[in-house]
């Protein structure tokens, strides 16, 4: 047991930060201007045949960049995926002095005639509300067309 104190105790005591080892790019003031670059083409090669596998994975993730980028270019995403519909022409509300409400031909069949779209907004129908009588029926929805 006392083996493995001393040996506990002089692994704490050694010095556990060790300087680091200074590396050069170049291989010396003599040494030509391509020796660099042959050097970096070594090492790509002796690591290229060291792990064959990273040529099967380089294959695989290109594949997959390629698809992705073949993709959204024919399906750009888009914020919203809202569906075109078939509007009343010059239902604008401003065109028409209505009371802000857009029209559209229901099932985008002209022939069908038209119909006031719905709010845009979220309305709550609170029925049981203390107004006067000009505001209940101004904002009051409940039973009315529509709603």
Do not use: C
């Amino acid at each position: 047991m006392s083996m493995i104190a001393r040996r506990a105790l002089s692994l704490a005591t050694r010095q556990t930060i060790r300087p680091a080892q200074r590396r050069f790019q170049s291989g010396g003031a003599g040494a030509p201007a391509g020796a660099a670059t042959e050097r970096d083409g070594d090492v790509l090669r002796k690591g290229a045949k060291r792990d064959p596998e990273l040529y099967i994975l380089l294959s695989i993730m290109t594949g997959a960049f390629a698809l992705a980028g073949w993709h959204f270019s024919r399906n750009p995403t888009s914020s919203s995926s809202e569906n075109p519909v078939a509007r009343v022409e010059h239902s604008e509300p401003w065109k028409t002095g209505g009371d802000a409400r857009y029209q559209y031909h229901p099932g985008g069949d002209p022939s069908r005639g038209k119909k006031d779209a719905p709010s845009a907004l979220n309305e709550v129908i609170i029925p049981n509300v203390n107004l006067p009588k000009e505001l209940h029926e101004k904002y009051n929805k409940w039973g009315k067309e529509g709603y």
